[in-house]
């Protein structure tokens, strides 16, 4: 905020006026238009002014809801009034003198409640009017800085916990991939040393192919996980092609097989041999079934029974949907599980960061396809998502 040059200070100078300004370059011509003109008036009359740049002190333009500057307010005498529009120097000397007027006669006959302003305090002084603006905009910094702490506090916890998981979950991939590798060097080497190998040109390759899909798997959990640390409004780029869903369902049970037994879960399944092929992204198709898959194994008690089924829904859609019979989920949480970093308080002690169901999630909306789960709590859930038939 700025004062004109010598304003007057001085315990008679009670009318009291606001100058709202901004700095467009179209606005300095009026600008000093105004200020000449108040200049010339504070050599026959005192007054007390204030020139507010209305960039520095929004706060102070929303408290007088302007919709323009330049603009005028004049905040004491009261009635508060506001002088705004193109021929603000026409409008002042039009009020000028009533202005005026009004100061004398307040000056002769104060109000019972509204004896000078600046001496008093009150609220219609400059002053304090400033001053109550500045801090709304303080409170209003405060909460805003106090809840952009909170955020990145959250966030820097989520990527502490992302890294950790990262570090845990790559593992496997990493070893399996290592075996293989160490396998085939292992060969190589007796072979240079002119032993026989044990390795079959066959296992060779399947060993390379398996080295090649867990590199892939880990290359994906990567990705992921970098997306998921990004946020969710990040936009899941998809690759699709005409894709066999039994093939790929099959092959994805045959990757979690161990898992099954580890827990002894029985695994049923309805894949119909006619089902349409669909067009998707084989990869991201992958990972919705493996998470989901894995989540029916994860919170699932032992013994309990898993059905991976598919339907050809409508003549555009195909159904795939993943049923369990563990504790199922409460219905009031069925859309927020697919938030991101979402957990059930029931399941916090479990493995889990809360991210599967939203990439999943984001996997089927960038196919145009849905996603939802049905359940009967302590019965099961059924998570069911659909993909759109290929078309030739
Ligand atoms: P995570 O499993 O890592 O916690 P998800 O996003 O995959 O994250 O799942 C979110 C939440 O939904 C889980 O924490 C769990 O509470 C609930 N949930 C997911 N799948 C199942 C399921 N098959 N049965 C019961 N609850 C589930």
Redesign the pocket.
């Known amino acids: 905020m700025e004062a004109l040059p010598q304003p007057s200070t001085s315990s008679d100078a009670v009318l009291q006026i606001l100058l709202f300004v901004d700095k467009r370059p179209n606005s300095s011509e009026k600008i000093r238009k105004i200020r000449n003109y108040l200049k010339e008036l504070s050599s026959d009359y005192p007054f007390d002014l204030q020139v507010i740049d209305v960039g520095e002190q929004p706060h102070l333009a929303e408290h007088f809801k302007l919709v323009a500057t330049p603009t005028l307010v004049k905040i004491y005498p009261e009635p508060r009034q506001v002088l705004a529009g193109s021929n603000l120097v026409a409008q002042l000397e039009t009020w000028w003198m009533r202005w005026q007027q009004s100061v004398t006669e307040e000056r002769l006959e104060p109000q019972a409640d509204s004896s000078s302003p600046i001496e008093t305090g009150n609220d219609s002084s400059i002053h304090s009017v400033v001053h109550s603006a500045e801090l709304i905009r303080l409170s209003d910094e405060i909460f805003r800085l106090k809840q952009e702490k909170s955020e990145l506090q959250d966030q820097l916890r989520f990527k502490d916990r992302l890294i950790s998981m990262l570090a845990h979950d790559l593992r496997n991939p990493l070893t399996a991939a290592s075996i293989a590798l160490e396998t085939i060097e292992l060969a190589a080497e007796s072979k240079e040393d002119g032993r026989e190998s044990r390795l079959t040109p066959a296992l060779m390759s399947q060993l390379l192919k398996h080295a090649r899909t867990q590199t892939k798997a880990i290359d994906r959990m990567i990705t992921d996980l970098l997306q998921a640390a990004r946020g969710s409004g990040v936009e899941l780029q998809i690759q699709p092609q005409k894709l066999d869903l039994q093939d790929l369902c099959f092959s994805v049970l045959n990757r979690l097989r161990g898992q099954f037994q580890a827990k002894s879960q029985q695994l049923k399944t309805d894949i119909p041999n006619d089902l349409p092929t669909v067009y998707a992204d084989s990869e991201r198709v992958q990972q919705v079934l493996i998470?989901l898959l894995d989540?029916?194994i994860?919170?699932?008690p032992e013994g309990g029974i898993i059905q991976l089924s598919a339907l050809h829904r409508t003549s555009q859609k195909v159904q795939i949907s993943v049923c369990?019979d563990?504790?199922?989920?409460p219905e009031e949480n069925r859309e927020r599980?697919f938030e991101d970093r979402?957990?059930?308080q029931?399941?916090e002690g479990?493995d889990?960061?809360?991210?599967?169901?939203?990439l999943c999630k984001r996997v089927i909306r960038a196919h145009y396809g849905q996603i939802w789960v049905d359940s009967v709590p302590h019965r099961g859930?059924c998570?069911n998502f659909t993909l759109p038939v290929y078309r030739a």
């Open positions: 998470n989540n029916a994860k919170y699932t369990d563990g504790p199922g989920i599980i979402y957990r059930l029931r399941d479990k889990g960061y809360g991210i599967g169901l939203s859930s998570f």
